[in-house]
C-alpha cells in the first residue's frame, strides 16, 4: 500500500538534509534556524510564513490540472459571512474620496456555456491598506461581499481601488525577509476571489493591476500572467475586467488516487 504520509516526509526531510549539506550549516546556524522556527510558532506566523513561501507552489501545482481560469493563492484574509452585493461593496466613510473601480465579467462552464447564480466571494484592502474584519476594528461588511451571478453569468459590482499591501513585517516572518534575507514585504495591490457553483470545480484567484507597483517583486511571488488584468478605464473608473471558466467537479475517486 502506498503511505503518502511517509513518502512526503521523507522526501521533505531528504531536501532539508541535501540543503544542510550543500551549503554546509554549522551547528550555530542551525540551532539559529531551529529558534527561529520556534519564534515564529509563538508569534502565530506560521501560516503567514507558509503563504510567503510556499503556498504559490501548491497553487501551481493544482493549477496543473485545471483546464479553466487558473487559481492563485487565498492569502491569510478570506472571512465567513462577508455580506450578498449586488451593485456595490461597501465604502467606508474615510475612502469615499478615493479612486473607484468596477469588478465584472462572465462565469462560464467547461463549454463556454454561462454560470447563473455562481456565488463569487471577493475581499480586498481598504485605500489605507488594511483589512477589515481583520485589522483597526473595521467591521468585515466593508469591502467584501459575496456576488451572485446574473443569468447571463455576468457580475458588476463598484468598489474602491486597493493599494499594495504591506504584510505584517514586525514579526518573524517580516524580520526573516527584510533583516535576513535583504528583500521586502510588499505584495502588488490586489483583488481576491472565491468562486462556488453547484456542480463545478471552485477556484480562489486574484486580480493584479497591468503596472501596478509590486506585480514583477510580489514578496508572496503569487502573481500569475493571467492574473495581471490590462488597464481598462471608462468615464475615469477603472476597470477590473475578470472572467472565470469553471472546471466540472472532481470525482472522489479522481481525487483520492
Ligand atoms: C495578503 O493580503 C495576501 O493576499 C497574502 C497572499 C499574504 C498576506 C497578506
Ligand atoms: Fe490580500
Known sequence: MANRAHDVTQALIGAVRGVLKEHRVTFD???????????????????????????????????????????????????EGAPVVTDALAIMDDDKASPRMIMRGKITDHNGDPVSNAVIDVWHSTA???YSGIHDNIPLEYYR????TKDDGSYNVESILPVPYQIPNTGPTGELLEKHMGLHSWRPAHIHYWVQADGHRDIISQAYFEGGEYVDGDCCEGVGDD???????????????????????VSTVQAAE
Open 29 to 79: 546556524e542551525f540551532r539559529t534556524g531551529s529558534a527561529f522556527l520556534m519564534k515564529t510558532a509563538e508569534a502565530n506566523e506560521i501560516m503567514l510564513m507558509v503563504d510567503v513561501f510556499l503556498s504559490t507552489t501548491i497553487v501551481d501545482v493544482e493549477n496543473e490540472n485545471r483546464k479553466g481560469s487558473s487559481a492563485s493563492i487565498q492569502g491569510p484574509y478570506f472571512l
Open 128 to 130: 489605507g491598506g488594511l
Open 145 to 148: 461581499g459575496k456576488i451572485h
Open 227 to 249: 492574473h495581471i488584468l490590462p488597464e481598462i478605464v471608462e468615464n475615469g473608473v477603472r476597470i477590473m475586467e475578470y472572467d472565470f471558466q469553471l472546471d466540472q467537479v
